[in-house]
Every structure is written in structure tokens, then in C-alpha cells.
């Protein structure tokens, strides 16, 4: 199974300012998708971001964008102009292949503080 | 739409007791999955399911059965409940071929606590 770090299980951004969360992946496949979600304290999952890896375009949404280094199997989330309803815990997940029913492999998750 | 729907919120259970989470879409899903969320784990995959009549393990399959005998439901039982398996249950669906815009879409969580 492809396996997703992210190793910073905790970081602080102040309001307006940019933050940038890390992740990396492990697989063998070249075409593949990669996304952040975001669960603020409602425990709600919401989908930040996506990105497929066909495209060398890095994903954009708003304040939210990635850096996508496939050769590296990085896929790390930038977070600008930071809002306090930006904290939230943020997972990256890699979304595995037929023989896992295209499951999504999930980190282990950062948690975002925001201080004003 | 209601989406995911997964019942109940919250529920407590002892040791050794039995109980069935279920997990209903109304958005005509082929895929459907559940996941179990600890603190520092993320979420891992417990079973999922590829369509109506069938189920595979996922990560963290035991302790846990599942079952799809009608296409919009799925539904998660814990046996003989352990308090290794508290945590917070998350179901969610996807349609058959992830295309551009498809996504998953996630149930709002069961927490459920075994003592």
C-alpha cells in the first residue's frame, strides 16, 4: 500500500500570514491523484484541494495552493493570507488503485493553530 | 440531498458487547468505505466496498465485519466490542470512476467509546 507522510504533526501561522504544510508520498504508479482535506473542530471532512499527477500544473484554489514535486513525491499545501478559520486539522491523502476499491490513503495529519 | 448519513453520533459501549454502525447514501454510490480516526493515526481504512453484494478488507479490518446487501447501505459491526476499538467511524462514498470533479464524500462520524 502507498504510504503518506507528513511530519510536522503541529504548526502556527499568524493571521495574514503563509503557511506551508508538508507531505510525502511513496508509490510506484505514474498516474495518480494526491489531496489536502481540511477537519476543523466539527470533525466535518472538507475537501481543500486537488491534484492529478498527469498534470505538472500545481493546483490552486483560492488562498489554497500546492507544490507538487512529482520526482520527489512531495505534495506540500500553502496556505496564504491565513484566516483563524483556517485552523483546522489538515490531512494530505494519496488515493490508492483498483485493488484497493481507489480508497484514499490518508497521513497522519498536521494540526494548524492560528493566532491573531 | 442528505448525502452520507451515518447513525448513530455517538454511542457507549462495555466490553464484550455487539453493535452495527450504519452508513446510507442517496447519491446512487458504487464505492463506499469505512475508516476509523484515532489521535496521531490519521484515518485508515477499515473495509470498503465496490458495489452492491461485495465488501474487501482494508488496513485495520479486525475486530470488524461488514456487510452491502443493498447497494445504498453499509454497515459496519463490531461483534464483541474491545476498548482498543474506540475512536471516531467515518463513512464515506464515491462514484464509480473517479473523473475530474469526483471526490469523496464523507458521513459526519460516529464517536464511539468502549469501556
Known amino acids: 500500500a502507498q504510504t503518506v507522510t507528513q511530519s510536522q504533526p503541529e504548526m502556527s501561522v499568524q493571521e495574514a500570514e503563509t503557511v506551508t504544510l508538508s507531505c510525502t508520498y511513496d508509490?510506484?504508479?505514474?498516474?495518480?491523484?494526491l489531496f489536502w482535506y481540511k477537519q476543523p473542530p466539527s470533525r466535518q471532512m472538507i475537501l481543500v484541494i486537488r491534484?492529478?499527477?498527469?498534470?505538472?500544473q500545481n493546483a490552486t484554489e483560492n488562498r489554497f495552493s500546492v507544490n507538487f514535486q512529482k520526482a520527489a513525491k512531495s505534495f506540500s499545501l500553502k496556505i496564504s493570507d491565513s484566516q483563524l478559520g483556517d485552523a483546522a486539522m489538515y490531512f494530505c491523502?494519496?488515493?490508492?488503485?483498483?485493488?484497493?476499491?481507489?480508497?484514499?490513503?490518508f497521513g497522519k495529519g498536521t494540526s494548524l493553530l492560528v493566532t491573531p | 440531498n442528505a448525502g452520507v448519513t451515518q447513525t448513530p453520533k455517538f454511542r457507549v459501549l462495555k466490553t464484550g458487547q455487539s453493535m452495527t454502525l450504519l452508513c446510507a447514501q442517496d447519491m446512487n454510490h458504487e464505492y463506499m468505505y469505512w475508516y476509523r480516526q484515532d489521535p496521531g493515526m490519521g484515518l485508515r481504512l477499515i473495509h470498503y466496498s465496490v458495489g452492491e453484494g461485495t465488501t474487501a478488507k482494508g488496513e485495520v479490518p479486525d475486530g470488524y465485519n461488514v456487510s452491502r446487501l443493498k447497494k445504498q447501505n453499509f454497515l459496519l459491526g463490531l461483534e464483541s466490542a474491545a476498548p482498543s476499538q474506540t475512536s471516531v467511524y467515518f463513512c464515506?462514498?464515491?462514484?464509480?470512476?473517479?473523473?475530474?470533479?469526483?471526490?469523496?464524500?464523507f458521513g459526519s462520524g460516529t464517536q464511539l467509546s468502549v469501556l
Open positions: 491534484q492529478e499527477a498527469y498534470k505538472q
Open positions: 508509490t510506484s504508479e505514474s498516474d495518480y491523484y
Open positions: 464515506a462514498s464515491s462514484a464509480t470512476q473517479w473523473r475530474y470533479n469526483e471526490k469523496l464524500f
Open positions: 491523502a494519496y488515493r490508492g488503485d483498483s485493488n484497493s476499491g481507489y480508497a484514499l490513503n
